[in-house]
């Protein structure tokens, strides 16, 4: 099948996507709600300094700000941000919003993946009722849910989107075909194929939970190493032919401040049910 390919939102995530796809697959789509975004991609600016000018400037891809543009798409990634709110829990206005305008756009046979890091459920639970009512197709049928975790490290050329393992999940075995091979197609390191979404969904909270423990744990031990006049280079001297030892370097920077915070382990909480069997006397994150 010949996808016609759109990616939701062409930040540090979905604009190195994009131009991937647009490289494979004809008439690929790039979507953001600002325009001014758009206007700097045309121009071959890329803020966020993940995609070369030479690149951006190159490539076939079809950045727009127009909903409109989106109507014959056929496989739709969105790659929106899901920060934390004033009260450190999970913003999904950006998903919602991004749920509604592919909605709108949606056509009986299309598929959906999401790649914003989410709780596990969010997904099937909340993103696929909705794309079902703003387009009034109906879920499992009409169109196919997925999930494929960003695994962007923001500043790394070393590993990036194309050399590090995808992992991808689909509602069911068609759907995850589908959506393998069209990952396939850019990533060169390959797909893992999760057995489930919540899985997948489950997987990057994980991913990003153990990021943030071992940049902090660094960084604290980075403070006391340098008050004991142990400097950075002999930090880990042996330490590597130890075993269990990682080579975790520390991050004190404005790129941890930024994209470090530590909000999935609220994310989890958030994500987590009382059984309907049974009253355990609490509820995560009330």
């Not at 045309?42 to 409109?68: F, H, M, Y």
Request: with cysteine.
């Amino acid at each position: 099948m010949n996808e016609r390919i759109a990616v939701i939102g062409l930040g540090y995530v979905g604009l190195p996507l994009a131009v991937a796809f647009a490289k494979r697959h004809a008439g690929t789509i790039g979507f953001d709600a600002q325009s001014q975004r758009v206007e700097e991609i045309r121009q071959g600016i890329d803020r966020t300094g993940e995609v070369s000018l030479q690149d951006l400037r190159t490539s076939d891809l079809k950045a727009t700000s127009d909903p409109e543009s989106l109507s014959a798409a056929t496989f739709f990634v969105v790659a929106v941000p899901t920060p934390i709110d004033s009260n450190n829990r999970p913003d999904l206005s950006h998903l919602l919003e991004s749920s509604k305008i592919v909605g709108r756009a949606l056509k009986s046979g299309a598929v959906v993946v999401y790649e914003s890091t989410v709780y596990p459920g969010v997904t099937e639970e909340i993103c696929g009722p909705l794309l079902a009512q703003t387009s009034g197709l109906k879920p499992g049928a009409d169109f196919k849910l997925g999930y494929s975790p960003e695994r962007t490290n923001p500043g790394d050329n070393e590993h990036s989107l194309e050399r590090i393992v995808k992992v991808v999940a689909g509602e069911d075995w068609s759907t995850l075909k589908r959506i393998s091979r069209v990952y396939d197609s850019v990533i060169e390191a390959g797909v893992y194929q999760a057995p489930s979404i919540k899985v997948a969904e489950a997987a990057k909270v994980i991913e990003n939970i153990q990021r943030d423990l071992n940049v902090a744990l660094m960084n604290e031990l980075s403070l006391i190493f340098d008050r004991m006049g142990i400097r950075h280079k002999r930090r880990f001297g042996g330490g590597e032919y130890q075993v269990e030892f990682y080579a975790i370097c520390a991050w004190l920077s404005r790129r941890a401040l930024r994209w470090g915070r530590s909000l999935l382990p609220d994310l989890q909480g958030r994500g987590a049910r009382v059984p309907s069997t049974g009253n355990l006397g609490w509820t995560p994150h009330q």
